[in-house]
């Protein structure tokens, strides 16, 4: 009976070594936006913009923004953000 339940936890702990390094060897990829921004809720004079970037694999967007941010903007997505930083179009 011991040897059947460390013969389980031993294929187990084999079994989820396995899986955790495949995860993180399995490329991922997040959206990239760019934000506009508006003077009101019309969305008819813009304001300002703030551009996507991709930061070591995550999306985010520029530190400064050109213009004025609002909280009346839309997003227009502009790529891809992947694991290795890349950016697809």
Excluded at 4 to 31: H, Q, Y
Excluded at 58 to 82: F, I, Q
């Amino acid at each position: 009976m011991a040897r059947s339940i460390k013969t389980i936890a031993c294929v187990a702990a084999v079994i989820s070594a396995a899986l955790s390094t495949a995860a993180l060897a399995t490329p991922w990829s997040e959206p990239l936006y760019d934000y506009i921004y508006f003077s009101d809720a019309t969305k008819t004079v813009q304001v300002g913009y703030q551009a996507g970037v991709c930061y070591n694999g995550y999306a985010g967007v520029a530190e400064h923004a050109v213009g004025t941010v609002t909280s009346h903007y839309v997003l227009v997505r502009t790529g891809t953000c992947t694991s290795n930083g890349t950016i697809y179009q």
